[in-house]
């Protein structure tokens, strides 16, 4: 492949992250009902989430990252073949799932502008994945960064946010892309199943790569876009800063429970004191907010540990006993018992139905 040392033209930023955004329930509408098609019920793909039916086709509701991730988890783990589904389920990420940035793209000048747009406006997008971009002299790499998360769930976001991406720039251009290359470290557990890929890639999957991203010719960099309108791109460029702003500012001012779901998934605050620094708060205002909210901090606490042990409990390499020590338990009986007090099943049990669920027995 074409790895040479290129120039880092478009990166994420740190503080853009997925984690730190509220995030429209477009994503998890489009994951349900994918779903759905393959015989999974709204509620029980929604379970856990803390997300209801109804807040998934409203316009004025923000879930946090983490309330998605788990919707994905639980699609994942009824189906399995994280790597097929997540391909399969990126062809379902059309222009209209991303709303005004969606639009915002379809208006851009060229490729590359395309691209550099999307790069600083990334956390308006469903995206889990950090994503860059590398130019070169004849053609460019957009790279996907594989997050922390159980193997078989970032498996399926690999796929699904470098899928999305291709199919993004196909309905761009109203074309084929010109890929010289589509490269993932996983591989389906059905091989046979990349025989009947869509031709929206335009070139072979290689499977077992070094790392993951799409290599893409110079012409697609070069190419006017076909839906090109500088005035709908400077209005649109300056909805998406001012709901980019929205979004940061609700970050300090908004409830702080929304705050502490979004902080738990990546880094989760180990005390009262942890969380009321995260939020720069007194201890005092934070109980105070969190009483107004109807919840507590222990409350907060338990849901996020509850959240995350189901999520590791799916990924099949980490022991029960290795599941506790990441979740701060001092040993596995003091952790079985805090599972079976918020689920009613002791881990292993809980894992097992997971099991049997996903495979269909």
Known sequence: MLYHSGQVIYRVHADMEFWNYPRSPAGVLVLVEFGNRRGLSTADLLTGSRITQAALRSPDIEIAAAQELRVLTNLVKALGDPVR??????????????????????????????????????????????????????HGVLSFDEPDLPVDVRDFVVARDMVAATLLMRENLGDEPELLGFDMRAAPRDLNGFAALPPVFGTPINTGAARNCIVIGKTYLD?????????????????????????????????????????????????????????????????????????TFRALSAEGRRLRAETLLADETLTVGEIAEQLGFSDLSSFSQAFKRWTGLAPSTYRRRARETASGH
């Open 223 to 295: 190419r006017p876009l076909p839906q090109a309108n500088p005035v709908t791109a400077a209005l649109t460029e300056s909805m998406c800063r001012q709901r980019l702003e929205q979004q940061k500012r609700g970050l300090k001012t908004g409830a702080v429970s929304f705050r502490y779901r979004s902080a738990y998934a990546e880094r989760p605050p180990g005390s009262l004191t942890d969380f009321a620094r995260l939020a720069n708060l007194s201890e005092r205002t934070l109980k105070r907010r969190l009483q107004a909210e109807g919840t």
């Open 85 to 138: 589904l997540g391909i399969d389920a990126g062809l379902e990420f059309h222009f209209a799932t991303y709303g005004i940035w969606g639009l915002a793209l379809l208006s851009r000048a060229t490729g590359r502008d395309a691209l550099e747009f999307a790069m600083r406006f990334l956390p308006l997008t469903h995206a889990f994945t950090a994503i860059s971009f590398q130019e070169y002299a004849d």
